[in-house]
């Protein structure tokens, strides 16, 4: 039995465990932050970073970044390599559902506890937990009594109750298949856990699960396939793991080839679109503001919501399948007007002329800042950034927050007015960014010391017509050294209409490669050359998760200097003019 001062939570999936303590007070994105195969933390950024996660009781704030983190998490369940039990600050859907699915599918599970922060706070310099359903207590010593871990036993807390619709009851009730009534299980479980009063209909869906993290993943997918799986609204597919047409090609070892093509194969058999993506945005069939759809995929979940106005949560991997094969999903959150006003205010200082590595910087600042909380950016009304810095500030923010929204004042479509996003009468926390605090920022995604270039990496997220036309200008008259290599993501769409348009022929013949179908969150060597110990990049995405991913130190910058270090071979080391303010007078004006 727990002690008399045992600290009491919500149970999000019941059960008991103990273990030693592994406490951060800042939110841990699975998917790339932790290893799927062995259980340890590799997100360079982050204070747990080395440490491994399996038979311990984990405490975070709450999940943060991709989407995929519940397909990382129950991998882990599958393989051994899970920690004993979750402790959290607040619910995380992403975490939970990857628990739940895990429970569903392969009869395994841990307990997930959700205590609140000012509890939370308590679980610092403790060093081992024992959890039993709501009760946490804590140790300063590992105990001597002896203790095992039980069955969850019956909740005797009242259920949510839902109304269901006639559709809600027959998906239930097995009369559309198999696959469609697991699905509705796992959605009528996360509605009852996200206290949803009753499910509504979708438009259209994303899909993030088809990334490869191991078998468990495949496994999951090919079942629903035997099971008859068949998606009820249109359904595209991101980024998957490796270029489908051309792994082979590139190198890709086939004991990750063969699965990652084969999971993409199987979610395109239950109706998906080949569409192989993570800026769904970019496609023809991008939704309307005010649309109802369930995207996964964490840059494009905030770019819906904040940049084309339509409604998404943060919808975990397998979650997006679930509500896809049944066309409903929990009216909550951001589907919902009153859920998408900001929380937080951020004021940004006086800013000098500006370049395109302004805004993935200041995303990537900003979502730190707003952990959970929406934010309404304030300073911006005068600079029009395009959709091109807006997909670049989304997926830094989206990298480094857990909100599924932004707000930029008299920018994003919500935001025309101010006004309309914030609350009368309710005075919210004002956060004021000074370029000291970005410099800070710079420094961090500036992880390479050394000034020489391997690799220059463009497209996350993948590449725009946009962003294909600046780089063909960029590119035009110009090679690059033979010993960098410059690659490209970009989505197959994308990349025809660049060819159309006449922007590819500067492009390859300065002697860039062009990737489709993957992305670089899922490329490594050979794409990456085995020699090239530094790249560089203009994403604040990937250069938070490269050193842990790829295990190089990364450069940072625009895209005009990328294009400069695949010439020269060398990062200038310069900051940009806009930053330089932020230096002491007597310091030089480099990184």
């Known amino acids: 039995m727990p002690g008399s001062n045992a600290l009491k939570g919500r149970s999000l999936i019941p059960g008991s465990a103990q273990g030693a303590l592994l406490f951060a007070d800042v939110g841990l994105s699975f998917w790339g932050g932790v290893d799927p195969c062995s259980g340890e933390v590799i997100d360079r950024h982050h204070p747990l970073c080395g440490e491994h996660l399996a038979g311990r009781v984990l405490a975070i704030p709450s999940g943060r970044g991709s989407c995929t983190g519940s397909s990382v998490l129950m991998e882990l369940i599958s393989n051994g390599h899970a920690p004993a039990a979750l402790v959290l600050a607040e619910a995380d859907e992403i975490l939970t559902l990857g628990v739940l699915v895990a429970q569903t599918i392969f009869g395994r599970s841990l307990p997930v506890l959700c205590i609140g922060r000012e509890a939370f706070a308590a679980l610092r310099g403790k060093a081992f937990a024992r959890l039993e359903n ?95 799986a068949k998606v009820r609204v249109p359904t595209t597919l991101n980024s998957i793991s490796v270029d489908q047409r051309r792994w082979r090609e590139l190198g890709i070892d086939p004991a990750l080839g063969e699965p990652a093509s084969a999971l993409g194969d199987a979610y395109m058999a239950m109706g998906a679109q080949l569409s192989f993506t993570c800026a769904p945005y970019l496609l023809d069939s991008a939704p309307q503001a005010g649309e109802q759809i369930v995207w996964a995929e964490s840059n494009a979940v905030v770019y819906a919501n904040s940049v084309l106005g339509a409604r998404t949560l943060k919808y975990p991997d397998y979650l997006d399948i679930c509500i896809a094969l049944t066309g409903r999903a929990p009216l909550i959150g951001c589907h919902l007007d009153t859920h998408r006003k900001a929380q937080l205010l951020i004021e940004l200082p006086p800013l000098s002329e500006l370049d395109d590595a302004f805004y993935p910087l200041l995303g990537y600042h ?98 725009s017509l946009g962003e294909f036309a600046h780089l063909a200008r960029l590119c035009r008259g110009r090679s690059k050294h033979p010993n960098v290599a410059l690659a490209i993501t970009c989505g197959r769409a994308v990349l025809e209409q660049a060819r159309t348009a006449g922007h590819l022929v500067a492009i390859e013949a300065f002697g860039a490669t062009l990737v489709t179908d993957t992305c670089w969150c899922m490329l490594g060597e050979p794409v990456i050359p085995p020699g090239a110990t530094t790249l560089m990049t203009n994403s604040g995405k990937y250069a938070h998760y ?32 806009w930053l330089q303010p932020a230096l002491p007078m007597e310091s030089p004006a480099h990184v």
């Open 366 to 463: 900003i979502g730190a800042l707003a952990g959970s909380r929406i934010p309404l950016v304030l300073g911006l009304e005068q600079r029009a950034p395009n959709l091109d810095d807006l997909k670049a500030f989304g997926a830094a923010f989206a990298t480094t927050s857990a909100a599924p929204l932004f707000h930029i004042a008299g920018v994003t479509p919500e935001a025309l007015d101010p006004a309309q996003v914030l609350e009368a009468d309710t005075p919210l926390p004002v956060e004021k960014i000074r370029l000291q605090d970005l410099l800070l920022s710079w420094r961090e995604l500036n992880s390479a010391q050394d000034l020489q270039v391997g690799i220059v990496s463009l497209g996350n997220p993948h590449f």
């Open 134 to 228: 709501t009760a946490l207590s804590l140790f300063d010593h590992v105990p001597v009594d002896t203790w095992q871990a039980t069955a969850a036993p019956p909740t005797d807390e009242p259920r949510e109750v839902l109304e269901l619709s006639a559709l809600d009851r027959e998906l239930l009730d097995g009369a559309h298949g198999k696959a469609a009534q697991m699905a509705m299980q796992i959605v009528l479980r996360m509605a009852e856990l996200q206290g949803a009063p009753r499910l509504m209909d979708i438009t259209q869906a994303h899909i993030d699960g088809c990334i490869y993290t191991g078998p468990a993943s495949l496994n999951f997918a090919e079942r629903l396939v035997q099971w008859g």
């Open 546 to 577: 490269a050193p842990g991913l790829v295990g190089r130190a990364v450069h940072f910058a625009s895209l005009a200097e990328c294009v400069d270090a695949a010439c020269t071979g060398a990062a200038s080391g310069r900051l940009p003019t």
